[in-house]
Every structure is written in C-alpha cells, then in structure tokens.
C-alpha cells in the first residue's frame, strides 16, 4: 500500500455491467488512491444487445482482485449475480432466458464443460460473499448493500450471503419472511414497501442498482426509525447505456455529492457519431421529439452551452466531440445543407428509419416526424392570436373568470410560489401549455418561467416515503402515501397542503422547463 493512500478512505462503486473499462480503473487507479474499495454488485448484465458475454471473465477479475487484496477489495452480489449463481450452481435457466442472456448460458456450459473445479471456484467466492457491509470513515457510519441495507438483518448476522438464502426452506414460514428480506436487499426499488425500523439511523447509505437516480435527480432517502431521514447515495450512473461511471469519494470528507469518471475519449468519427445518436435517443426519451428538434435546430444555429441540452450523462462525451463535428456529422447524415430546420426534419426522418431505438421513442410519443414539424409551425402561426384572446381574460377584473381560467388551466394542480420560485405539482393539458405558460408570467412575471419545475403525480408517486421532494424558501415539502393510498404533501409544520390518489398519473416530465416564445 502506498503511504500517501489515508487510512480507511474509501471508493463505492457498482454495476459494471460487463464493462471491463469499470474494473480497469478499478485497478490502475483507484488501487493506489484509496485504501478501500467497495463494487457493488453486478458485474454481469446484458448489455445493449441483450448478451452478458464477458460477465464471467470479468467476474472471475474481480474475484482475483479481491483475492489479491482481502482486506481492501470488496464485491457485494447484485440482483443480476443471484441469475448467474442459479445457472451456474443449480442449472435454473428461468431468469436467463427470459431476459435472453444465451451468450452468458453458454459461456457457464463452455466453462462447467472444460474446466468445472474453475466454476465451483467462482461460484463457492460468490456464495459466501456478504449481502451488505458497514464502513466508518471520518466518525461517520456508511453502511453498503446492492439496492437496501437492512440494518435489522446486519444485527443479526453481518454475513447473510446468496448461500444463506438458498439454503433456506422457503415453505417454512420464517425462513421464507428471512428470504424475502434478503431478497429485498438486492432488488428494492425506489416505491417498494419498506419498514422504517429496518432503515439505519446516523449514517449514509450507498447503494447502486438504480441508474435513475444519477440520471434524473431523484431523491431516493429513505425514513428510518427514528423518523429522521437516512440520505442515501447511488452509484449506477447507467454504464450499460453508455453513460457514466459513478463514485462515492470520501477522502476529502465530500458524502454528500459523487464524483464521476467518464469513460474514456472516443475520437474515431464513426464513435462520435455513434455518441452523438446515443444523446439524441436519450434526449427524445427524456423531454419528448418536439424538444429534441428543437434542441437540434439551437445547435446547428451555434447556441452557446449546446452540450447542456443533453442529458448529464452524455454531456461531457458529447461536449468533447466539439459542436463543429456536431453540426458536420448531423448535415452529412441529413444531407442537407439547407436552413436549420430542414436540415433537422430531414436528419430526425433518416434516424426515424435506421434506429429501432429512435422509432419506438418517437412511436410512444404517438406523433408522426411530420406532426412534429407541422405542429410548431402551426403553434407559431397561432400564438399570437390565441394569446391575445386569453390575456383579455387573464387581466379581466372578475376575479370568478380568473380562477375559472386558472382551473380550466391547471385543474386539480397545486401551485406553490415563493422568492421567484414556482412549483407545480400535477399535471397540465399538452395542449394548454401556451395558456398557462401566459398565465404564470401575468401572475408571476417574466422570470418565474426560468425558475420553474413542474412534478407530475407518476413521479410524486415514484418517491412516496422518501422525504424532502423539493424546497422553496424555508420550506421543505415532503411526500408520504397512507394506508388508503393516498397521497399527501406536506410543508414543514407537518401540515397537509396537497392530497391525490396514488392512482393518479399523468403526462408533465419532472423538473421540465417551460418554455414561452
């Protein structure tokens, strides 16, 4: 160990997802920066092809790195470990080839084939393995599980493992409460059910297992015992969709935030291309086609800080493709040279018939390529008409018209205004965003559009029981579900402000923008 690595610092990091470029830095860098080094899980996955072909070899890296250094290298099984273990130790394929890993099957058939003692080897490693792991860095507690540290289960025996769970008999009533616990342990998700006393009080929680986090922002705290929140930190950044790897980072004392290790510099053209399509995906899926066309056209107009429309998890990589290639590479695949535009239509139309991810986002969508070129053609002609009409009503003396105009707007939903600030929970009619987007400024004035977030109730319902979901001001507002299902939000006096039905979902994106020409 070098003498400049602090004692006890430490790196969390999880879901390499058959990516050895994760367990190279794991190897060339953090080995000799951290005393150390926390993998949480998932080593295997099926990548974008649905393979998994290079999960046992990377796995057995793993276990070989761990053997070399017990008492600084640790794995923690994740939920996609528990379908290898199967495969490999009992010949259950179920789960395999339901999720189509044909390559990972017959990579453990080739293997228990030629060198059986190798894969008994692997699987005896990953048996014994502990499900979740306490960490003290600083006199500050961190406890370590793939997707749920149960305190409860911890304090009874810190080394419940895959074996554990398999040995248990899950008709017997107690043994199967203690395998679902476990269970849970490596696939809790985010609106699971979970008993508070089973949530660690005093410490920072560290998972991976749920790239939606890194991604959208989602808070994924969690209630413990003492009805005080447990923080809880993700570290999937979604390596398997080529998006960033994720560490916890402690030596310096910064718990609070992670850091990130992109991967490394694609320069060919045919990568940065292949980056390039991968943002543009991922923008559709997340702010809609509209948006992405949109956002293309400020692009190829040379808008400054043209990266910061992608998604966080491509913004550096595409960032160091340069907006020139950028502009280059979307014109030579539209083949058009022509105003912005056309160029788009003409690009966005090819990459609608040559990727299959791209034309299932535009389909869920339900709009044509053409629909979404017309209908902004056809806002913009009839933008000022139409807010001419709804401004007379908005500046109206009646106040009955307002709120009625107000409701027929915003309906149900809450709006909560505070210092420049807006948030509104619930959802608005796609086609009276332009209204409402009226409305807010005459309300609110101009720069409310700039500090605006709108949560719609899919994602309320997403992070029932986990604390704060915003803050405007000194108030901090929280959600929680009751037993009949629904959902309340409250302010920081424990005052109920808003009440829907868990049953409720509807169609505004999370923390969106609103835009107003």
């Known amino acids: 160990m070098k003498l400049s690595i602090i004692p006890n610092s430490f790196v969390v990091v999880s879901d390499f997802d058959d990516i050895s470029y994760s367990l190279d830095k794991v190897k060339n860098n953090y080995i000799n920066e951290y005393d150390k080094i926390f993998i949480l899980g998932d080593a295997i996955d099926r990548r974008d092809n649905k393979s998994g072909k290079d999960g046992i070899l990377l796995l057995e890296n793993i276990k070989k790195l761990c053997e070399k250094y017990p008492d600084r290298v640790m794995y923690l099984p994740g939920n996609y470990d528990i379908f290898l273990y199967e495969y490999a130790k009992f010949k259950n394929n179920s789960s395999l080839s339901f999720l189509k890993q044909f390559d990972l099957i017959k990579g453990i058939d080739n293997l228990r084939e030629k060198d059986s ?33 149960n305190q409860s289960l911890y304090e009874k ?12 008999n899950k008709d017997n009533e107690k043994d199967r409460k203690l395998y679902d616990d476990l269970y849970n342990v490596l696939w809790f998700k985010s609106n699971d059910f979970y008993n508070s006393k089973d949530v660690p009080a005093e410490a920072i929680e560290i998972i991976g297992h749920k790239p939606a986090f890194s991604m959208h922002g989602n808070s994924l705290d969690l209630y413990n015992s003492s009805g005080k929140i447990t923080k809880v930190v993700c570290t999937d950044g979604g390596a398997l969709f080529d998006y960033e790897i994720l560490k916890q980072d402690d030596v310096i004392g910064t718990y609070n935030d992670y850091s990130v290790d992109i991967f490394p510099n694609i320069t060919s053209e045919q990568d940065d291309f292949k980056i390039l399509i991968n943002a543009i995906v991922m923008t559709a899926s997340k702010q809609g086609v509209q948006n992405t066309r949109n956002i293309l056209i400020h692009i190829l107009d040379n808008e400054p800080l043209w990266y910061q429309y992608f998604p966080r998890g491509n913004r550096e990589k595409i960032e160091n493709i340069g907006i020139d290639n950028v502009i280059r590479l979307i014109k030579e695949y539209a083949n058009s040279f022509e105003n912005s535009s056309v160029t788009v239509n003409l690009f966005l139309k090819r990459l609608y018939e040559d990727d299959a991810r791209f034309k299932a986002v535009v389909d869920i969508f339900g709009e044509s390529l053409e629909d979404v070129a017309s209908n902004e053609k056809k806002l913009e002609d009839d933008y000022s008409s139409k807010s001419a009409k709804h401004f007379k009503k908005i500046i109206s003396n009646d106040t009955n018209e307002d709120e009625s105009l107000k409701e027929d707007i915003f309906g149900d939903s809450l709006l909560l205004y505070n210092d420049g600030k807006l948030v509104i929970i619930g959802d608005i009619d796609s086609n009276k965003i332009e209204d409402a987007a009226l409305y807010l400024v005459h309300e609110y004035g101009e720069d409310v559009l700039d500090n605006l977030s709108i949560f719609d109730f899919e994602v309320i319902n997403s992070q029932i029981d986990y604390g704060k979901i915003f803050k405007l001001g000194d108030t901090e507002y929280t959600v929680s579900k009751d037993e009949t299902g629904l959902i309340n939000i409250y302010d920081s006096l424990g005052n109920v402000v808003y009440v829907f039905s868990s049953l409720m979902t509807s169609m505004v994106s999370s923390n969106s923008s609103m835009s107003i020409k």
């Open 117 to 149: 003692d190798r894969l008994n080897s692997l699987m005896m490693w990953l048996e014994n393995l502990p499900l979740q792991r306490v960490h003290f860095y600083n006199d500050q507690k961190f406890v370590l599980a793939y997707a749920f540290f």
């Open 157 to 168: 025996n810190p080394n419940y493992s895959l074996k554990t769970m398999y040995e248990l």
